[in-house]
């Protein structure tokens, strides 16, 4: 044997395996020989993401440690294998299969288990917890067969895990006993809004609910029983009351505990006991035990720097602030909440109409920030988070920090940015990265998100880092003089916009000719349909042309959207959303007779759903023959003009809004441009047609038509921007034709209008600028540019019929007239859907 | 072994646009891409459809690569690996092209067909 000392560690959770990467990283293995107990039949990974796993993240994907880790570096790990007794006479360690080991160091990181109360019934069937793969895999299966799911605890983890049962399909509920969700982390007025926002989305939350017995359900899998009186029917019970310390091992061992259980340690870490030390979640310091991972993580490095002789951390405590997204609503919740400090002042800002709730807790003086709840809108939570850890002063009426930002208060907290923090501050607490390192690392190079995360790891932990991340990178990057690259990708040094001026001005038609003149290589899925879309923006050929076939995207490639199970959809044009019966009815034939799944978009037209990609000429076909375009659901280019009804029937409308709404969709049908371009003509101002939410949107007015621009739902929705009022329809119609093309000429590849105008340096007034006064002289041009696409428009549906050897395209097999076998439908409400993978495997076991 | 089985006449791959053919049991997705021709699976195995054929081509970091239209991960041409995950490839089956027609044999050149099927 080696003359090697023996450390054994207890648990390969999240900071079990931390703790044995920073002691590799330290050289501790020339030290000791080194063997890792893990009950668990899986090594490390990431509990924090664990609810990712029911949105597709395998348990693979969610493992923490890299392939071979521990082989390589002569670890024994040893899973699947709990350690139940230690004699720390003859340190001796018996584990469950009956084996034994002797250790000089022992590290234990048995972190937690949920807490379940003992109330009559916990134990039967279908009652879970939410803590390990193991656990989600049971409450998948159940979910299966149930209808309604109810979690015990209204605190973070469990509205995560309520998030989880909601969208496994479950009628779901929150049970909690406190009079307010997130009762550790925010106060009355945020728990408020909080429960405002969750049961908008459809979770029903009783509060002040003490659960007295589980029996059995009427219809359903349980009953569960309050103490007032009151009952709950529901399928699956999962409980999320808390978590307690595992010290049970410690306990037996006699090791000093906390009288609420916890292994009491130091601040090196150690137990009572100096030879073994414990960290994460099972150890206990100041009578604190600290649910979280990052204070878990400077544990294992202040345990590795003890045992290895070669540090000298120490842990202090840590701080517990967290922020995170629950059901899509942001909160944060930093240092003294719910202000117990003595003598401390809070303000409070309350938009019932956004539903945002904000509280800042300062101090008597007012000179120090002491903590802050945000719910709604966490944007702030970096600053706040950094002012109370930094000690920095506050503004003379902190109030502004939480008030939204006017132009008064926005110089008012203008010097509060990254740039304002000193070196020393942490960035990330997950792995303890400063304000400083990250400048080094961008100094020595870094300069993007993603080798800025490989150097310094910062971000990669929780995640609730990376807005600070990327601040201090892009505040970096302009102290530096480095222009921010816009490069499409490795086969061209320039940007989008770069390329099209390239294109256009250099008369430049096919994508050999551009790649040949200012590229290199042969090009990629990212760059081939980018410059396939700046050639139809300036010269508008057919796409299918041979030689732009190759750079379209399969959508645009097959004229309709693919989906998960390689079929494409059909969204015929309805141009403002007007659609006369007869076309009703053959849309109805056209689906009735290939089988299509048929749903109303949100768009004001149909899609039918379901063909393969052999079917689709003939349904094309029978369309075109209906009067039917394409509707360019799948290309990057204008989508819809959304219409209401307007004056020729409402009784509130001022102008025609269908027909102006007709006559653009008409005008811009098929012109490509950077992303999609959404439209919308309302009749009035009750605005029925959501124009504010489109990239163009006009409403009419007693004097004319008001134009917005810049609007967008989806990910991040941004009102659009009053434009010009008053306008007619002539001057309306300009002023659109010169938008689209001056955005066409200007953006980033996949930029909707709404993010561009938010980057265009001058901003709204300077596209006001550019567009009403003509300040480039550009408008001559962009007015012709606009025109020639117009009447350079074709139906590529109608062109593509008409082409013989296109329509040979149109087959799964160039071999065979076989359908493609693994295109499988199962019915669902009269209609077709795609079988699950499940469904799939059954099929096949029946055939 | 080493059967050829036509799918094609030559002049039915055009440069850079892939076709699909059915070779014995599998769907394989054929390319022609500088002047050489390349057969991989059709499958895609993180989406479970049948639909490479149907990727755009080019080359990322020196390798000649085929992005899956669904999401868009990559694989080399040549060998099958897919460039953002080591541990997923694609079965590569020998094609070349003879007397005029595209040939593929049906069994794939790295692994054997058992793991294929599983
Ligand atoms: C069919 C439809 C949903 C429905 O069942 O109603 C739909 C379906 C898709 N949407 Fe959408 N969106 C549909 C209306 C919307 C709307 C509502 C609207 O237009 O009024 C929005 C929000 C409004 C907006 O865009 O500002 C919307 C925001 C998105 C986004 C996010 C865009 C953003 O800027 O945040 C994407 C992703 C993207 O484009 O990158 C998207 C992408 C998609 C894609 C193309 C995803 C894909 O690549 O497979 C979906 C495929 C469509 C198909 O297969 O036919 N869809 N999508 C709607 C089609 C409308 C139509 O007739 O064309
Ligand atoms: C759904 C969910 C969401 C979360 N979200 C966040 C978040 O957003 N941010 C955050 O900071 N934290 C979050 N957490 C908490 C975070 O996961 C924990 O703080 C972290 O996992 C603690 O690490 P640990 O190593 O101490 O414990 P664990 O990760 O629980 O690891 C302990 C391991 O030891 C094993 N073990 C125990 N006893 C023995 C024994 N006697 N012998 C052998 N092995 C044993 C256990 O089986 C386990 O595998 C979340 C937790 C959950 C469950
Ligand atoms: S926006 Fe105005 S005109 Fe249009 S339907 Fe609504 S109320 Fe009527
Ligand atoms: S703070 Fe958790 S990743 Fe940075």
Same mark, same amino acid.
């Given at each position: 044997?080696?003359?090697?000392?023996?450390?054994?560690?207890?648990?390969?959770?999240?900071?079990?395996?931390?703790?044995?990467?920073?002691?590799?990283?330290?050289?501790?293995?020339?030290?000791?020989?080194?063997?890792?107990?893990?009950?668990?039949?899986?090594?490390?990974?990431?509990?924090?993401?664990?609810?990712?796993?029911?949105?597709?993240?395998?348990?693979?994907?969610?493992?923490?440690?890299?392939?071979?880790?521990?082989?390589?570096?002569?670890?024994?790990?040893?899973?699947?294998?709990?350690?139940?007794?230690?004699?720390?006479?003859?340190?001796?360690?018996?584990?469950?299969?009956?084996?034994?080991?002797?250790?000089?160091?022992?590290?234990?990181?048995?972190?937690?288990?949920?807490?379940?109360?003992?109330?009559?019934?916990?134990?039967?069937?279908?009652?879970?917890?939410?803590?390990?793969?193991?656990?989600?895999?049971?409450?998948?299966?159940?979910?299966?067969?149930?209808?309604?799911?109810?979690?015990?605890?209204?605190?973070?983890?469990?509205?995560?895990?309520?998030?989880?049962?909601?969208?496994?399909?479950?009628?779901?509920?929150?049970?909690?006993?406190?009079?307010?969700?997130?009762?550790?982390?925010?106060?009355?007025?945020?728990?408020?809004?909080?429960?405002?926002?969750?049961?908008?989305?459809?979770?029903?939350?009783?509060?002040?609910?003490?659960?007295?017995?589980?029996?059995?359900?009427?219809?359903?899998?349980?009953?569960?029983?309050?103490?007032?009186?009151?009952?709950?029917?529901?399928?699956?019970?999962?409980?999320?009351?808390?978590?307690?310390?595992?010290?049970?091992?410690?306990?037996?061992?006699?090791?000093?505990?906390?009288?609420?259980?916890?292994?009491?340690?130091?601040?090196?870490?150690?137990?009572?006991?100096?030879?073994?030390?414990?960290?994460?979640?099972?150890?206990?310091?100041?009578?604190?035990?600290?649910?979280?991972?990052?204070?878990?993580?400077?544990?294992?490095?202040?345990?590795?720097?003890?045992?290895?002789?070669? +540090?000298?951390?120490?842990?202090?405590?840590?701080?517990?602030?967290?922020?995170?997204?629950?059901?899509?609503?942001?909160?944060?919740?930093?240092?003294?909440?719910?202000?117990?400090?003595?003598?401390?002042?809070?303000?409070?800002?309350?938009?019932?109409?956004?539903?945002?709730?904000?509280?800042?807790?300062?101090?008597?003086?007012?000179?120090?920030?002491?903590?802050?709840?945000?719910?709604?809108?966490?944007?702030?939570?970096?600053?706040?988070?950094?002012?109370?850890?930094?000690?920095?002063?506050?503004?003379?009426?902190?109030?502004?920090?939480?008030?939204?930002?006017?132009?008064?208060?926005?110089?008012?907290?203008?010097?509060?940015?990254?740039?304002?923090?000193?070196?020393?501050?942490?960035?990330?607490?997950?792995?303890?990265?400063?304000?400083?390192?990250?400048?080094?690392?961008?100094?020595?190079?870094?300069?993007?998100?993603?080798?800025?995360?490989?150097?310094?790891?910062?971000?990669?932990?929780?995640?609730?880092?990376?807005?600070?991340?990327?601040?201090?990178?892009?505040?970096?990057?302009?102290?530096?003089?480095?222009?921010?690259?816009?490069?499409?990708?490795?086969?061209?040094?320039?940007?989008?916009?770069?390329?099209?001026?390239?294109?256009?001005?250099?008369?430049?038609?096919?994508?050999?000719?551009?790649?040949?003149?200012?590229?290199?290589?042969?090009?990629?899925?990212?760059?081939?349909?980018?410059?396939?879309?700046?050639?139809?923006?300036?010269?508008?050929?057919?796409?299918?042309?041979?030689?732009?076939?190759?750079?379209?995207?399969?959508?645009?490639?097959?004229?309709?959207?693919?989906?998960?199970?390689?079929?494409?959809?059909?969204?015929?044009?309805?141009?403002?959303?007007?659609?006369?019966?007869?076309?009703?009815?053959?849309?109805?034939?056209?689906?009735?007779?290939?089988?299509?799944?048929?749903?109303?978009?949100?768009?004001?037209?149909?899609?039918?759903?379901?063909?393969?990609?052999?079917?689709?000429?003939?349904?094309?076909?029978?369309?075109?023959?209906?009067?039917?375009?394409?509707?360019?659901?799948?290309?990057?280019?204008?989508?819809?003009?959304?219409?209401?009804?307007?004056?020729?029937?409402?009784?509130?409308?001022?102008?025609?809004?269908?027909?102006?709404?007709?006559?653009?969709?008409?005008?811009?049908?098929?012109?490509?441009?950077?992303?999609?371009?959404?439209?919308?003509?309302?009749?009035?101002?009750?605005?029925?047609?959501?124009?504010?939410?489109?990239?163009?949107?006009?409403?009419?007015?007693?004097?004319?038509?008001?134009?917005?621009? +810049?609007?967008?739902?989806?990910?991040?929705?941004?009102?659009?921007?009053?434009?010009?009022?008053?306008?007619?329809?002539?001057?309306?119609?300009?002023?659109?034709?010169?938008?689209?093309?001056?955005?066409?000429?200007?953006?980033?590849?996949?930029?909707?209008?709404?993010?561009?105008?938010?980057?265009?340096?001058?901003?709204?007034?300077?596209?006001?600028?550019?567009?009403?006064?003509?300040?480039?002289?550009?408008?001559?041009?962009?007015?012709?540019?606009?025109?020639?696409?117009?009447?350079?428009?074709?139906?590529?549906?109608?062109?593509?019929?008409?082409?013989?050897?296109?329509?040979?395209?149109?087959?799964?097999?160039?071999?065979?007239?076989?359908?493609?076998?693994?295109?499988?439908?199962?019915?669902?409400?009269?209609?077709?859907?795609?079988?699950?993978?499940?469904?799939?495997?059954?099929?096949?076991?029946?055939? | 072994?080493?059967?050829?089985?036509?799918?094609?006449?030559?002049?039915?791959?055009?440069?850079?646009?892939?076709?699909?053919?059915?070779?014995?049991?599998?769907?394989?997705?054929?390319?022609?891409?500088?002047?050489?021709?390349?057969?991989?699976?059709?499958?895609?195995?993180?989406?479970?459809?049948?639909?490479?054929?149907?990727?755009?081509?080019?080359?990322?970091?020196?390798?000649?690569?085929?992005?899956?239209?669904?999401?868009?991960?990559?694989?080399?041409?040549?060998?099958?690996?897919?460039?953002?995950?080591?541990?997923?490839?694609?079965?590569?089956?020998?094609?070349?092209?003879?007397?005029?027609?595209?040939?593929?044999?049906?069994?794939?050149?790295?692994?054997?067909?058992?793991?294929?099927?599983?």
């Amino acid at each position: 044997m080696s003359g090697k000392q023996t450390l054994v560690v207890v648990g390969n959770g999240m900071v079990g395996h931390s703790f044995m990467e920073k002691l590799v990283a330290a050289g501790g293995l020339e030290q000791y020989q080194v063997v890792v107990f893990g009950e668990e039949p899986r090594p490390a990974y990431d509990r924090v993401h664990l609810s990712e796993f029911f949105s597709g993240r395998s348990a693979e994907d969610l493992s923490m440690v890299p392939e071979g880790f521990y082989q390589k570096h002569g670890i024994d790990l040893i899973l699947d294998e709990a350690v139940i007794a230690i004699n720390r006479d003859t340190r001796e360690l018996t584990t469950n299969k009956e084996s034994s080991i002797h250790y000089h160091k022992l590290v234990l990181a048995t972190g937690s288990y949920p807490f379940v109360p003992p109330v009559p019934g916990h134990e039967r069937d279908n009652c879970f917890v939410y803590r390990t793969i193991e656990d989600l895999q049971a409450i998948a299966k159940a979910a299966g067969s149930s209808k309604v799911g109810t979690v015990v605890g209204g605190g973070l983890l469990g509205l995560e895990a309520a998030k989880a049962l909601k969208d496994l399909g479950l009628e779901t509920h929150v049970v909690e006993f406190a009079s307010r969700l997130m009762a550790v982390q925010v106060d009355d007025g945020g728990g408020a809004m909080l429960r405002q926002k969750i049961e908008a989305l459809g979770v029903q939350i009783h509060t002040g609910k003490n659960t007295r017995l589980i029996t059995d359900g009427e219809g359903t899998v349980h009953q569960m029983q309050f103490a007032d009186g009151e009952v709950l029917n529901t399928d699956i019970v999962l409980f999320s009351a808390g978590i307690r310390p595992r010290d049970e091992l410690a306990k037996q061992a006699g090791l000093v505990m906390g009288e609420r259980g916890g292994i009491v340690i130091n601040n090196d870490c150690l137990t009572s006991d100096a030879s073994i030390y414990a960290i994460g979640e099972c150890a206990l310091w100041d009578n604190r035990i600290f649910g979280l991972v990052a204070p878990g993580y400077q544990m294992a490095q202040v345990a590795v720097d003890h045992i290895t002789g070669k +540090g000298s951390s120490q842990f202090t405590g840590a701080d517990m602030s967290t922020k995170l997204k629950l059901m899509g609503v942001d909160v944060a919740s930093i240092g003294d909440a719910h202000g117990n400090t003595k003598g401390s002042l809070s303000y409070q800002f309350i938009d019932e109409e956004k539903q945002v709730y904000k509280k800042l807790v300062v101090s008597k003086t007012k000179k120090r920030v002491l903590g802050a709840v945000l719910v709604g809108d966490a944007d702030d939570y970096g600053t706040l988070l950094q002012m109370m850890l930094n000690g920095i002063v506050p503004p003379a009426n902190p109030a502004e920090l939480i008030l939204p930002q006017s132009d008064a208060s926005a110089s008012a907290s203008a010097g509060l940015g990254v740039a304002a923090l000193p070196e020393t501050v942490q960035i990330c607490s997950c792995f303890n990265v400063s304000k400083g390192d990250l400048v080094d690392a961008v100094a020595a190079g870094c300069q993007d998100i993603a080798a800025l995360k490989g150097s310094t790891n910062a971000g990669t932990g929780c995640g609730g880092c990376a807005q600070l991340v990327k601040q201090v990178l892009d505040h970096e990057l302009t102290q530096l003089g480095v222009e921010v690259k816009k490069d499409i990708c490795e086969h061209f040094p320039h940007s989008r916009q770069e390329l099209y001026h390239l294109v256009r001005v250099g008369e430049l038609t096919t994508f050999s000719q551009v790649i040949d003149k200012h590229g290199r290589g042969m090009g990629c899925d990212i760059c081939k349909p980018t410059i396939g879309s700046i050639l139809a923006s300036c010269w508008n050929d057919y796409i299918l042309k041979s030689d732009h076939a190759p750079l379209q995207d399969t959508n645009d490639y097959f004229l309709g959207n693919i989906q998960k199970d390689g079929t494409y959809s059909i969204v015929p044009r309805v141009p403002g959303g007007e659609i006369t019966p007869q076309k009703l009815i053959v849309i109805g034939e056209v689906a009735r007779d290939f089988n299509l799944y048929t749903k109303i978009t949100g768009g004001q037209r149909i899609d039918l759903f379901g063909a393969r990609v052999n079917e689709l000429p003939a349904i094309w076909q029978r369309l075109v023959d209906a009067g039917f375009e394409t509707g360019h659901a799948y290309g990057k280019s204008l989508r819809t003009v959304k219409s209401c009804v307007g004056s020729t029937w409402c009784r509130y409308g001022v102008l025609d809004s269908t027909s102006m709404a007709i006559a653009i969709e008409h005008r811009y049908r098929g012109v490509r441009s950077p992303h999609k371009v959404k439209m919308a003509v309302s009749g009035c101002t009750r605005e029925c047609a959501e124009a504010q939410s489109k990239d163009v949107g006009v409403i009419a007015t007693e004097k004319g038509w008001n134009l917005y621009v +810049g609007g967008n739902g989806g990910m991040k929705p941004r009102h659009a921007d009053l434009f010009a009022t008053e306008l007619d329809d002539e001057i309306l119609v300009k002023y659109i034709d010169r938008f689209m093309m001056f955005y066409i000429r200007t953006a980033d590849r996949l930029q909707r209008t709404s993010v561009w105008l938010d980057n265009l340096e001058g901003g709204l007034d300077y596209l006001k600028s550019v567009i009403i006064d003509d300040s480039l002289g550009i408008n001559q041009a962009l007015e012709d540019e606009m025109t020639h696409l117009v009447g350079t428009y074709q139906c590529e549906w109608k062109t593509t019929l008409e082409s013989p050897e296109k329509l040979k395209r149109f087959s799964h097999f160039i071999n065979s007239d076989q359908p493609d076998s693994n295109v499988v439908f199962v019915d669902e409400r009269h209609q077709i859907r795609p079988a699950t993978k499940q469904e799939k495997i059954q099929l096949k076991e029946v055939i | 072994m080493s059967q050829w089985t036509t799918i094609c006449q030559d002049e039915q791959l055009s440069a850079n646009l892939g076709i699909c053919a059915l070779v014995g049991a599998y769907q394989v997705a054929v390319f022609r891409v500088k002047d050489q021709v390349f057969a991989l699976d059709n499958f895609d195995p993180f989406s479970g459809v049948n639909v490479i054929s149907r990727g755009i081509v080019g080359d990322l970091r020196g390798h000649l690569v085929v992005a899956s239209p669904i999401y868009k991960q990559h694989f080399d041409l040549t060998t099958g690996q897919c460039l953002e995950d080591d541990t997923v490839s694609l079965n590569v089956f020998p094609v070349r092209v003879h007397e005029g027609a595209i040939q593929v044999q049906p069994a794939p050149l790295v692994r054997p067909v058992a793991e294929q099927v599983a």
